[in-house]
């Protein structure tokens, strides 16, 4: 049986939406079925509304479904991907994060893989407390993390973060980004299949 896999991504102007997508293609190439889901957005609907990029991404993303924890009770792995506010993840996925507890009472997070990825303004803008700091979450629902680490070339083209795929505002999705995103998410699928 395949993999299954939720990836579960919050993206304010689009940034974490394309890298949701890069490892969502890659992981249904290394025989995964893939659930491609967002966080939900707790933003007032006025905010988003009166931020033209914002707004757009919104509109662009309409017809992704929002996550569930039926969706993270489903899945035999996750891929969870948000940008970085203060050194942590986005409110938006944290807030769909504490909707999880009872999922996690029952122990249906437990002995699961988990990867993570994480975007930033700039290269040093908390990206990899992001990830550290969402890996303690994962530890306490009992997940295995499964960071890419210094597994593949692609990892040292892209910033050299073995914690996981992070990307600063505004650079390009190159090949280069496409490879670590795509290592990052065989990775996982490939795990979760041990695991499973």
Known sequence: MPVKLAIVYYSTYG??????????????????????????????????????????????????TAATAQDMEWADAWLISAPTRFGVMASQMRAFIDTLGGVWAKGALANKAI?????????????????????????????????????DPA???????????????????????????GHQARRLVEVAAKLA
């Open 115 to 151: 990867s993570a990825m994480t975007s930033a303004q700039n290269a040093h803008g908390g990206q990899e407390t992001t990830l550290l700091s969402f890996y303690a979450t994962a530890i306490h629902w009992g997940a295995i993390v499964v960071a890419p680490g210094f597994t």
């Open 15 to 64: 940034a974490n939406h394309r890298m949701a997508e890069i490892a969502a293609e890659a992981a249904r190439a290394a025989g995964a079925e893939v659930r491609l889901l967002k966080a939900p957005e707790t933003a007032p609907a006025e905010v988003v509304s009166g931020q033209d990029a914002w707004r757009a991404q919104a509109e662009r993303t309409a017809h992704v």
């Open 155 to 181: 990892i040292f083209k892209v910033g050299g973060n073995p914690y996981g795929y992070s990307h600063t505002q505004g650079a390009e999705f190159s090949d280069d980004v496409k490879a670590a995103i």
